[in-house]
C-alpha cells in the first residue's frame, strides 16, 4: 500500500503474508513481496491472492520509491487487478498509487498513500475500485515506543480514525495494538526478531463478525 515506505529500504528483502478474515476459509489471502534497492531508489515486485477456487481476486504489484530529499521520501506503485469467476468469466484492469512521507522533526513523521487515484473501473458493468485517501501521524517519543494516528476516506463511504500503538521491550521483541473506529475493531500483533528474521502474528477482533488471523514474515539478504 505504502511506495514511499521503499525509499528506506538499503538491501534486498523477501517477505510473505497469509491470513483468513473473519476466520473463514473463502476470505483467505496470501501475497508475497521481494524489493531490491539501487542508487535510483528500490523497486519491488509482488503479488496477492485472494478467495477461494470458486471465486478469485489477484494482484501483481510494481512499486518504486526514493528519497527525494532529506525528510522526505515518495513513491508510486501500478497494481494489475484480475477477477475470475469460473462459468462467469474474469476482467482485469490497473490503478496507480502515490506515496509520500516527511519527517516533521525527529520524532514525527507524517505520510500519506492516495491508492487507486487514476479511478479503475473493472468488468463490462465498469465497478469502481475502491479509492483511498489515508493520511497518518507517526509518534516516536522513545526508540522503543511509537503511536500512531491515521484517517482513512473512501472516496465513497464514511471515513475511519485509526490509532496504533507499539513497545519494543527486548531488542528480539515488538508489541502492537490498535483500534479502528468505523468498525469497532480492536487489534494486536506480536513480532519476533530471529537472526534479522521478521516473523509476525496479527489479530483484528470485529465486534459482531469476530476475529481476522495474518502470520507473516521478513527476510533480509546481505549485510
Known amino acids: ?67 527525494i530529499k532529506k525528510g522526505f521520501n515518495g513513491g508510486v506503485a501500478i497494481n494489475a487487478y484480475s477477477l475470475s469467476i469460473p462459468n462467469y468469466g474474469s476482467a482485469s484492469t490497473f490503478g496507480i498509487s502515490l506515496a509520500w512521507q516527511v519527517n516533521l522533526n525527529d520524532n514525527i513523521q507524517w505520510g500519506t498513500i492516495l491508492h487507486n487515484m487514476n479511478g479503475p473501473t473493472i468488468g463490462k458493468s465498469e465497478d469502481s475500485l475502491p479509492q483511498l485517501i489515508l493520511t497518518a501521524l507517526s509518534f516516536h ?8 494516528i491515521e484517517w482513512e476516506q473512501d472516496t465513497v463511504f464514511e471515513g475511519q480514525l485509526k490509532s496504533g500503538f507499539s513497545f519494543q521491550p527486548k531488542t528480539w521483541l515488538t508489541l502492537h495494538s490498535g483500534f479502528v473506529s468505523g468498525t469497532g475493531q480492536v487489534t494486536g500483533a506480536i513480532g519476533v526478531h530471529f537472526y534479522k528474521v521478521n516473523i509476525n502474528y496479527a489479530m483484528a477482533n470485529h465486534p459482531h463478525l469476530g476475529p481476522s488471523h495474518w502470520m507473516g514474515f521478513t527476510i533480509p539478504l546481505g549485510k
Open 1 to 67: 500500500m505504502d511506495p514511499a515506505s521503499l525509499a528506506m529500504g538499503n538491501r534486498i528483502r523477501f517477505a510473505g503474508q497469509t491470513g483468513r478474515r473473519f476466520n473463514l476459509k473463502p476470505l483467505s489471502h496470501q501475497s508475497f513481496v521481494g524489493e531490491i534497492p539501487s542508487r535510483w531508489g528500490s523497486f519491488a515486485m509482488g503479488i496477492q491472492t485472494f478467495g477461494i477456487k470458486q471465486y478469485k481476486e489477484s494482484t501483481i504489484s510494481i512499486a518504486f520509491g526514493r528519497q
Open 141 to 148: 517519543p522513545t526508540k522503543r515506543i511509537s503511536v500512531q
